[in-house]
């Protein structure tokens, strides 16, 4: 089974963007491959072609691989929704809730289908391209890995790590990891990339022989900075923009589980838009046009924190201005009169009241809707998704935001400045964009934001065919 994992040395050293630049630059060699995560740690999710759900990383991956995104290729996913806690997705569907220290229990039963998956791909595909998940350093969680190691030895998969010079110390991060991992996990690491480098590589020509010369592996080259990195999905909110740039102000709110924020990414693409990601105990500015309330993965727990940053007040004063809100999935559910959660989907059973600002009320089952949508918004095509627990019904539902599969959905307002939707991904259409910024006093842009997309993943396999050894990487898979 031709396959290549990409582990790194910790967390954010930019392992998704190597995946996604391998499998771009493969594709274009004529290769059929397709990205794979045994195991994912976010809650920003995309739905796949079968009706599953999977990291954002790996659907992006797939586009850059040329493939619709499948379940199989991140098999297990988990959805943080309090600090102990996580919804546990396998194969695309919700199986539990469980708390940290209880994973490890759960962790040995995934193994099986995390194999499966990974061997439907390597069939169906000429390569298979595997990222890790945190750093395999972690040695105190190796039992049962099921994310790095653990993976690679069940499925005899030969490793690269990748190390990331942008935080420093990146000699003690690779040969330091070599140094705790055990010999039979040592054997399977073929090399060493170094990421994230500013200025002239040359000038860490003597570290780069350290590393190899401490280690024994084989360094695969010194990648630079990718400057068009923020043009792509992030699949942290560490990584959203925090303000800045000229425009129509749009901030959206920091929730504590914010979930599928890459619905923001066409609105930070946009030169009119200045777009910021408020954080904890920052106030709404007095100028922003728009205020968002993003997705959430705890949506009682994140209306809690919201008020806590005193942004329900800050809201309802942008509101009294003439502003408008817009409310995403959990964030509509938000703007309700009420939430009530009886069988306690996401927490303690119970209601909580909302902000008042539309006239719905939202009941959480145990029923997930997850689902691809198409339709109309303001007169324009949108497709998207929708992941989430709950319906909202209400007389604000008499005006929908959009028309979905011949259905109306989401609320307005009867002043027609608030509104709310399940829909995410409305955003990147471009001809609904233009239209919803254009109330805003936004004036036309013309961004094509797919084709920046697409040209950003050109642009990263470009990136990496200059600065890595692609081949010598193909010829270690194989």
């Not at 930019?14 to 045994?38: D, H, I, Q, T």
């Not at 061997?119 to 000429?126: G, I, S």
């Not at 919201?306 to 004063?317: C, E, N, P, S, T």
Request: glycine share 14%; charged share 20%.
């Amino acid at each position: 089974m031709p396959a290549l994992m990409i582990q790194g040395t910790g967390s954010n050293v930019g392992k998704s963007m190597l995946v996604a630049g391998l499998c771009r630059a493969a594709r274009r060699r004529g290769l059929s491959v397709a990205p794979f995560k045994p195991q994912n740690m976010s809650n920003n999710a995309a739905v796949t072609a079968d009706g599953g759900e999977i990291g954002r990383a790996q659907a992006l991956q797939a586009r850059a691989a040329g493939l619709d995104p499948v379940t199989d290729m991140n098999p297990v996913l988990l959805k943080p929704e309090t600090d102990t806690g996580s919804q546990v997705v396998v194969q695309g569907r919700r199986v539990a809730t469980v708390r940290a220290r209880d994973y490890a229990a759960l962790k040995p039963s995934l193994l099986a289908p995390v194999l499966d998956s990974f061997r439907r791909l390597a069939a169906a595909h000429d390569l298979v391209i595997v990222e890790g998940a945190g750093s395999p350093a972690e040695v105190n969680l190796r039992a049962g890995d099921i994310a790095n190691m653990g993976f690679a030895r069940a499925a005899c998969v030969p490793v690269i790590l990748a190390g990331d010079i942008d935080r420093g110390g990146v000699i003690a991060q690779i040969v330091g990891t070599q140094a705790v991992i055990d010999a039979g996990d040592a054997a399977l690491v073929e090399g060493f990339v170094v990421n994230k480098f500013r200025g002239d590589p040359r000038l860490f020509d003597d570290g780069y022989r350290l590393i190899a010369d401490r280690t024994g592996w084989r360094g695969y080259g010194v990648l630079p900075w990718f400057p068009l990195a923020h043009r792509l999905p992030a699949e942290d909110a560490l990584d959203l923009p925090r303000g800045g740039g000229q425009g129509v102000h749009v901030v959206a709110l920091g929730l504590s589980r914010i979930a599928n924020f890459d619905d923001l990414d066409p609105l930070a693409a946009e030169p009119g838009v200045r777009l910021t990601l408020l954080r904890e105990g920052q106030p709404i500015p007095g100028d922003a046009a728009l205020v968002i309330l993003p997705g959430s993965k705890s949506t009682r727990g994140d209306l809690a924190f919201l008020r806590a940053q005193g942004w329900d007040i800050d809201l309802a004063a942008h509101v009294r201005r003439g502003g408008h809100v817009l409310g995403l999935c959990g964030g509509y559910q938000m703007l309700g009169t009420a939430i009530d959660d009886p069988a306690g989907v996401e927490g303690a059973a119970g209601s909580a009241p909302g902000l008042g600002l539309l006239d719905i009320r939202t009941r959480m089952s145990a029923e997930k809707r997850v689902t691809r949508a198409t339709g109309t918004a303001m007169g324009h095509p949108v497709a998207g998704y929708e992941i989430h627990v709950g319906r909202s019904n209400g007389p604000d539902r008499a005006r929908p935001f959009a028309t979905l599969g011949g259905v109306p959905e989401g609320a307005v307002s009867p002043c027609g400045r608030i509104m709310g939707t399940y829909l995410h991904g409305a955003f990147a259409a471009d001809g609904f964009r233009q239209a919803f910024l254009g109330r805003l006093g936004a004036a036309p842009s013309g961004l094509d934001f797919e084709s920046g997309v697409d040209a950003a993943l050109d642009a990263l396999a470009d990136h990496v065919e200059a600065h890595l050894d692609v081949a010598g990487l193909l010829a270690v898979a194989r």
